[in-house]
């Protein structure tokens, strides 16, 4: 039991990086986002034995993140919406990262103006590098809708950063 | 190249970098909650401890109570036969003649705290 704990300790260390920065494209909240990524893992830990190997652990983990955000999403209708000034989730998102560049830090504003499936999708398909079968895996939605939420996003993406580079 | 597709591999080349996320103290929250989770009561320590109280009780000296609980634990074969003299007798004497062995106690208090240590130790993170 004790290898055990010190062998997920060490899952977690390996992948805490990669859920979190999931959780916070979804919910657009620091806070919320490692709530999440907390519960995620909890999850993992308790469901562990039932973990068939069939995808990565870290596919497992960002499904069970996901379904954990969509679950917040019904209890807490505001879920998703940025109540705070921009300055202050500029700040926090600053604070949320080791070190990012104010490039960076543009593309996960924009992230954050895009639809919890869309920054999902592109998410794990762009930045996660999953292909689209196993995003359509984590996110249990078909494969069409994947790829139009990618395509969709990326849309916005563009249209944004691009309004953005013009000001 | 045309500047769509520019643009596009600029912005994919963005996304791809996904930057790193500060650990800060989400590790240690996780451990104490997963810890607080391992402490939740679990069947086996549940009849650990179980099986810890009932061996107080068939020592107890108090109140008749060591007796009341064997009586309870008795295969009901052995009740039936009881005739009213030897209820009385058996009422009279001791269940287990370490009854009037105090230490007993002290042994039983010490494999009581060593359980509970067991416990606390097994839950703790490393």
Known sequence: MQGDTRAFGRLVSMHQSAVRGFALRLCHDPALADDLAQEAFL????KLASFQGSGSFASWVLGIAYRCFLQHKRRDKRAGEVLHLLEQRDAELARFYEHISPAQLDLERALHALNPNEAAAISLNMSLGYSHAEVAAIMDMPLGSIKSHISRGMAKLREL??????? | MNKATQEMSTLEQRLSRMPAVAEGDFSTRLALQLARQRLRPRPFYLLAWA????GVLLTLPAAGLADATAKFFAPISARSELTLHALQQTLNTPVSTVTASPELWLVLAL?????LALTLLNALPD
């Not at chain 1, 999850?43 to 308790?46: E, G, L, S, V």
């Not at chain 1, 950063?161 to 000001?167: F, H, K, P, Q, R």
């Open chain 1, 43 to 46: 999850q993992a830990y308790r």
């Open chain 1, 161 to 167: 950063l691009n309004a953005e580079d013009a000001s």
């Open chain 2, 51 to 54: 099986c810890a109280l009932l």
């Open chain 2, 111 to 115: 494999l009581l705290v060593l359980s």
